[in-house]
């Protein structure tokens, strides 16, 4: 049974920091990328970041140079550090895995993930 399941999310002042974790099972984590993304109310869901099983990374530009993807294969276990956060951050966040392993892919459409976190709430005051 796969699981992916957040956790790190809560309640920041504007310019603070969180981390938030995925902590993932019931498939070959070292073989798929992890993706995080949001949902703030009344938008849809929008990409935030990827990191790819070789390492490869990318990020949506609302929050490059803030915030950090990363993984640990050994704790099955994709990272996602956000610094300087705005209120405008404040949204539902899901992480993700994309299983596709014949090469190492980065993909920013929702539609290529196949297992999805059940969401952490991070709230941004201002």
């Known amino acids: 049974q796969v699981q992916l399941v957040e956790s790190g999310g809560g309640l920041v002042q504007a310019g603070g920091s969180l981390r938030l974790s995925c902590v993932a099972s019931?498939?070959?984590?070292?073989?798929?990328?992890m993706g995080w993304f949001r949902q703030a109310p009344g938008k849809e869901r929008e990409f935030v970041s990827v990191?790819?099983?070789?390492?490869?990374?990318k990020y949506a530009d609302s929050v490059k140079g803030r915030f950090t993807i990363s993984r640990d294969n050994a704790k099955n276990t994709v990272y996602l550090q956000m610094n300087s956060l705005k209120p405008e951050d404040t949204a539902v966040y899901y992480c993700?895995?994309?299983?596709?392993?014949?090469?190492?892919?980065?993909?920013?459409?929702?539609?290529?993930?196949?297992?999805w976190g059940q969401g952490t709430q991070v709230t941004v005051s201002s």
């Open positions: 019931g498939f070959t984590f070292r073989q798929s990328a």
């Open positions: 993700a895995a994309d299983t596709y392993s014949r090469f190492p892919r980065m993909r920013s459409d929702y539609a290529a993930y196949d297992y």
């Open positions: 990191i790819s099983w070789s390492g490869g990374t």
